[in-house]
């Protein structure tokens, strides 16, 4: 309308500012929702691994009991012990490169959910700076 009242077809600096901002924390939101989905997702299948796991070590359990009588040969016995020992052992390996890669996608998901905090952050005083709302004391100590 021209009046300069910024109630016509074009928003104020400010209110576009401040719709940036909501939409970028409604943005931020969704990520966080999608993190923490992922993250529950992952705790089952991790659940789920280890119940396959506790079952698999029983039956190990109960086939090595078996092996004596299964098993006449004292060598092949022995040879056969060494071979389930090893492959005990890989699959420990199995399990620690797994909680590796779980804990560094975890990491790099947290070092995303920091940086887009850091700019919702950034832009939220650029838009109270913009509008001229000095920052509390304490804000600006934190941001210090």
């Known amino acids: ?5 910024g109630d016509g077809d074009g928003a104020a600096p400010g209110e576009q500012q401040s719709g940036a901002a909501a939409s970028e924390l409604l943005r ?3 990520e966080r929702a999608t993190i923490l989905r992922n993250e529950r997702t992952n705790e089952e299948v991790r659940a789920a ?4 796991l506790r079952a698999n070590e029983e039956a190990s359990r109960v086939l090595s009991s078996r092996l004596p009588q299964s098993v006449t040969s004292e060598g092949l ?9 090893n492959q005990m052992m890989e ?13 560094a996608h975890l990491e790099a ?6 940086a887009v905090r850091d700019d ?3 832009r939220l005083v650029e838009a109270l700076e913009a509008n001229g ?5 304490e804000a600006e100590a934190a941001l210090a």
């Open 1 to 5: 309308d021209g009046d300069g009242d």
């Open 28 to 30: 931020i939101d969704a």
């Open 49 to 52: 691994l280890v119940e396959r």
């Open 77 to 85: 016995r022995d040879f056969l012990k060494l071979l389930s020992s």
């Open 91 to 103: 699959l420990e390996v199995m399990q620690l490169e797994l909680q590796l890669r779980m804990r």
């Open 109 to 114: 998901a947290m070092a995303a959910q920091l």
């Open 120 to 122: 919702a952050i950034d």
């Open 133 to 137: 709302i000095p920052l509390p004391p």
